[in-house]
Structures are given as structure tokens and as C-alpha cells.
């Protein structure tokens, strides 16, 4: 690898996650444009698989302390050096004006990492680019005020819309800019920003190679045969916004003869409970929650599978999914769709063209939709079908990447034209 000084570092709130694929992705991309990066992470990993497209990242990793008590020496000298940058009193002064609204633990945590990001970055980083426009960004924020150099922020999903509305208008104001991946997050933010032109929308999408299209595919299975019956899946963290106790009920209305099985893939803190409520609903035995699982393991799961469910909701809190990847993976591996029409869902599925929409948080809709793509082979192979075309025509990663280098230029931030990080 031909030595490239980075000039650009990219916050992460933890390192690596199996539920932010898309983030190593688009850091892995910019690797193979040519940028030399730092990461530097809030939190450990607690995942115990990883993904393989990590591996492939040659950018060294650093841990921020992740509660400061734990490396109080550390943060001191973090401190010790802060407190002399150029920007320090005003990243100081712009921490103490969000304490004052925001009286949490959890703020005096993010400024203790931000003094101790300022002091070990390396003195060639010109620019700060936080994954998530909540404590990723924060701590980006103060830092990059201390070095007085420019940051950006990716905004994605929870972090959109559950933000306070002072804090994103503040931190809007002090970005050079922020990219966003659904329409809906982009006209929330650009309504908030004091230039709507410095947020832009910048869909995810999936690169080349990763899911490669399986090729026609399609089961007879129609759910009439016990022996064969219908593989649902669903991939993602159990938590309130996926929906999947409405999946969980959903199954239970199905007639008694319908032949199916389903198959949850992910972690998350909701998992027994949605054991228990398949268990009081009488479905257990057709029932599997096999966790956290690789990319690999996530694609052998789609191509096994004869029909994807995904039932968003907006939490109580006001959490949401952006768009979800997951529903891009799947769609483009020919796997019909049954998703809700929440958030940016409804910027990539055409209800009945390229899967099916149900409103969220009904159960009757969402069995009837079962029903029928259980009973219905053909409608399936023709919904797989349009997906996959779908994808494949407005939602590959290369334009994003595109979207994202020119923002980075335009801050003086470019790839090495003569050399590349890629292994």
C-alpha cells in the first residue's frame, strides 16, 4: 500500500456493527477511491461476528474512552492538551450552552471524548466526518472547534428524529455539510438547516459485487404442503421500530392449513419476548430467531428464502428506519417483499410492482398480504423480479459515493490520485 497521509478522520458511535453495513461499505468505497482515513469509534464492539467487508478496510481503528471514569488519565491529558488548541474556548462555551438544555450524563460524556479527539488526532487531519448526526456528532462538533478545522455528518434513521430540534438546527449550522439517506430525513433537515443546500440526499445503495443477482429464481411452494412449506424471513434488530411483534401476530391469523415457516435473523433486547408472544400464539414450533449472523450468512438466508416481511413502525420515541437496507438486499436477490409504508419505504418499493405495502401497525392487513404471496408462487417470482430491476437501476452505491467525494472536495478534502488504500 503506497503511503497516503490521511487527512480525513470518520466518528463512529461503535466499531464494527453487523447492523451498520452500510456504513463499512461506504467506507470501504472511499478506501478504494483513494482516500487515506482514520476511524475512531465511541464504543467497543459487542458484536461477537463480524463482517468480512471490515477486513477488507486497511484504516487504523481508535477507541475513544467509552465511559471516562474508566481512563481518567486519559481523558486528563486529553484535556491538558485541549485546553491549548485555538478553538477550545469556543467549543467550551458551544458545550456548555447544550448543558444547559441537555442536563444528562451522556453530554458530559461526549465533550470528555471530544477533548481527548482533538489531542490524538493525527496532525495531518483536516476534516471530521461523523456517522450519525446524534452523539457521533457531537463529539465531531467539539472536536473539530478545538482544531478549528471543518466536519460533515452522514444522518441516517434514529438519529434524524430523535434529535432535538434546537440541536440539529445548531449543528446544521456549523457543518460543511450533511448528506442524508432518504427524502423524507432530507426535506425534515433541510427545513431546519439556514441553507437547504447544505444537506443533500445521498441514497445508501449496494456495490457492485456484494449481493450478486441469483438469476431467476422461485418455488412452487404455495403453502398447501405441509412437507414444503413457505420460508418467510425477516432480517433485523428486534427492537420496537422493526414491528415484528405485528409480524408475530400476523402469522397467528393465518388459516390453520397454511403451510409456512418463519425465520427471524438478528439480535437485539426484544427477542424473547417475541419467543414468548409466537409461544402464547401457538406458532413457536414454526418459529426460529437465529441472531446475529455475517453477510454471508445474511445472503444464504435471503436466497434460501421464499418471501421477505419487514413491518416498520414509528416507536413511541419517534425512532423510525430510514430506508432500510435490509429491504435492498433482499430485493436484490429476486425475494418478494412485504414491507410497510413508513419513512423513506415507499422511495423504493412501487406497491405491486416491486412488493407490497401494508399500512404499519395492522396485523389484519399484514396476514391478508401473507396470505395471498404464500398461496400466489407466480406473483411472488414477478414482485422478485421488479425489485431486484428496481435496485439494480436506482440504487446502486457508486453514484453516492460520487455525491459524497465532490462534498469532500469541495472542502479541499481529495483522494490520492496516484495511490490507493485498497488491499
Known amino acids: 500500500m503506497t503511503e497516503n497521509p490521511p487527512a480525513l478522520a470518520i466518528v463512529v458511535k461503535g466499531w464494527p456493527r453487523l447492523s451498520e453495513t452500510f456504513i463499512a461499505r461506504e467506507i470501504r468505497a472511499l478506501e478504494q477511491r483513494g482516500f487515506a482515513l482514520e476511524i475512531w469509534s465511541l464504543r467497543h464492539p459487542t458484536d461477537r461476528k463480524r463482517h468480512a467487508m471490515v477486513d477488507a478496510i486497511a484504516a487504523p481503528v481508535r477507541y475513544l474512552p467509552e465511559y471516562l471514569w474508566r481512563e481518567p488519565a486519559r481523558v486528563w491529558r486529553g484535556w491538558r492538551h485541549a485546553r491549548r488548541l485555538p478553538g477550545y474556548k469556543a467549543a467550551r462555551g458551544a458545550f456548555l450552552a447544550d448543558l444547559r438544555r441537555d442536563r444528562t450524563p451522556n453530554r458530559g460524556r461526549r465533550f ?9 488526532l493525527a496532525g495531518g487531519i483536516r476534516h471530521l466526518h461523523a456517522q450519525f448526526l446524534h452523539t457521533p456528532s457531537s463529539v465531531a462538533r467539539y472536536a473539530a472547534m478545538m482544531r478549528q478545522i471543518a466536519w460533515s455528518a452522514s ?13 440539529k438546527r445548531e449543528k446544521l449550522a456549523d457543518a460543511a455539510f450533511v448528506v442524508t439517506c432518504t427524502g423524507v430525513g432530507h426535506a425534515h433537515l433541510a427545513g431546519l438547516a439556514p441553507d437547504a443546500a447544505r444537506v443533500e440526499l445521498v441514497y445508501h445503495g449496494l456495490p457492485d459485487g456484494d449481493f450478486p443477482d441469483p438469476g431467476p429464481r422461485g418455488s412452487p411452494r404455495d403453502g398447501r404442503d405441509p412437507a414444503a412449506p413457505v420460508r418467510i424471513l425477516s432480517v433485523g434488530r428486534a427492537v420496537p421500530k422493526k414491528g415484528f411483534d405485528v409480524l408475530i401476530a400476523a402469522l397467528a391469523r393465518l388459516p390453520q392449513g397454511c403451510a409456512w415457516t418463519f425465520t427471524h435473523v438478528g439480535g437485539g433486547s426484544l427477542r424473547d419476548a417475541l419467543a414468548a408472544q409466537a409461544a402464547r400464539a401457538g406458532v413457536a414450533d414454526r418459529v426460529a430467531f437465529r441472531g446475529a449472523a455475517s453477510s454471508d450468512e445474511v445472503l444464504a438466508a435471503y436466497r434460501d428464502a421464499d418471501l421477505f416481511v419487514l413491518p416498520s413502525r414509528i416507536a413511541a420515541d419517534g ?11 433482499a430485493m436484490s436477490q429476486r425475494l418478494a417483499c412485504i414491507a410497510t409504508s413508513v419513512s423513506a419505504i415507499p422511495e423504493l418499493i412501487v406497491d405491486g410492482e416491486c412488493g407490497v405495502l401494508v399500512p404499519a401497525d395492522d396485523e389484519a392487513a399484514l396476514a391478508a398480504a401473507l396470505a395471498r404471496l404464500i398461496g400466489d408462487p407466480a406473483a411472488r417470482a414477478r414482485l422478485g423480479d421488479g425489485g431486484a430491476a428496481r435496485v439494480r437501476a436506482a440504487f446502486g452505491a457508486a453514484h453516492g ?3 459524497i467525494t465532490a462534498r469532500f472536495a469541495a472542502n479541499a478534502i481529495r483522494p490520492c490520485e496516484s495511490c490507493s ?3
Do not use: C, F, S, Y
Request: glycine share 6%; charged share 30%; proline share 5%.
Open 401 to 403: 459515493i460520487d455525491q
Open 112 to 120: 470528555g471524548q471530544a477533548l481527548v479527539l482533538a489531542a490524538e
Open 319 to 329: 425512532d423510525r428506519d430510514g430506508m432500510p437496507n435490509v429491504l435492498m438486499e
Open 155 to 167: 444522518a441516517h434513521a434514529k438519529d434524524v428524529w430523535t434529535t432535538p430540534d434546537w440541536e
Open 421 to 423: 488504500t485498497r488491499r
